[in-house]
Every structure is written in structure tokens, then in C-alpha cells.
């Protein structure tokens, strides 16, 4: 049994030093690419890549630097564990781990699609997702002022005359 899972470890270690390799090429020939492009060329992806990264952190992306060529890039990742939820006095704060699982640079191009890839390029750490609530956002609170009560009523009453009744 010992001896299997030495050569388990073996074989497993073997695919990350794999997978570390395909991806340090990877990123070499991404940095090539950036590095080829005249400075305006470099300027403006890099400058497309920040306000990229600004728009794409409102829609649950984690902003880090590319590995590559040093511009915004954006990760996204799966929840896990629980999420912790604080009262302030501003609302209601809800932060959730996130594990890393896809990498995108728009100014240079790179993709990476696993956790192990990322880990390899120095981008998968975990992160923290932050998100501030109102009181009636958070617990889906209606305030009977904003609404219109007809739309609610004539849902009901769809509904209610779809079902059959008997009577009898």
C-alpha cells in the first residue's frame, strides 16, 4: 500500500509538472504577442483590458494581473463553503470563498480553464466575493408604496380560474 501511493504521488507530481510546463509556454507565447504589438497597440489593450476588468468585477469576476502581460485580467470561480453574513450599519454584508477556476486576459489573449493551469500561472488563489445588501434586498422585502397590487391580483386570479373546482 505504501508503495502504491509513493507511485501514485509519482505519476500525480509527473501531470503537474505537465501541465506547469504547457502553461509557462503558454504564457511565454502570450507575452511575445503583447510585447510585438506597437506601443499604442500595447496601451490601448491594456487600457481596454481596465475597463474590461472594472465591468466585469460588477458581474462576479475577481480582478488580478496577467501573468503574461501584466494587464487586467479576470478569474471567475465556484462558491464554496459557507458564506458569512454581517449586520452593519449600512446593510448587510455577505462575503463567500470562491475557488478559481477560469482566467481570461483581454489584452493579450490568455485563457486558462482549470484550477490546476491557473495555479500554475500564479493565479489561483482563492478569493473572497463581497457583497453589500440592503435590508429589503437581502430578506426580498416589498415596500407596498413601489408596487402595484393589480398585477399580483390578476396573477391570482389566472390561476385561479385555470383550476377546476367540483362542486358537487
Known amino acids: 500500500m505504501a508503495e502504491d501511493a509513493v507511485a501514485a504521488r509519482g505519476i500525480l507530481q509527473e501531470a503537474k509538472d505537465e501541465i506547469k510546463k504547457r502553461v509557462e509556454i503558454s504564457i511565454a507565447a502570450h507575452r511575445k504577442i503583447f510585447e510585438q504589438k506597437t506601443e499604442p497597440e500595447r496601451i490601448a489593450a491594456a487600457d481596454n483590458s481596465q475597463r474590461q476588468g ?3 468585477a460588477h458581474k462576479r469576476h475577481h480582478r488580478v494581473a496577467c501573468p503574461a502581460c501584466k494587464s487586467v485580467a479576470t478569474v471567475q470561480g465556484e462558491p464554496v463553503g459557507r458564506e458569512r453574513v454581517t449586520v452593519e450599519d449600512d446593510g448587510i454584508r455577505v462575503e463567500q470563498s470562491i475557488a ?3 482566467f481570461q486576459c483581454s489584452a493579450c489573449g ?5 484550477y490546476v493551469e491557473l495555479d500554475a500561472a500564479g493565479v489561483g488563489a482563492a478569493y473572497t466575493r463581497t457583497t453589500q445588501y440592503s435590508p429589503e434586498e437581502y430578506y426580498g422585502l416589498v415596500n407596498p408604496d413601489d408596487i402595484d397590487p393589480s398585477d399580483y391580483v390578476d396573477d391570482v386570479l389566472k390561476i385561479l ?3 377546476e373546482y367540483d362542486n358537487e
Open 54 to 56: 472594472a465591468e466585469l
Open 100 to 102: 478559481p477556476r477560469t
Open 110 to 114: 490568455l485563457n486558462l480553464k482549470s
Open 161 to 163: 380560474n385555470a383550476q
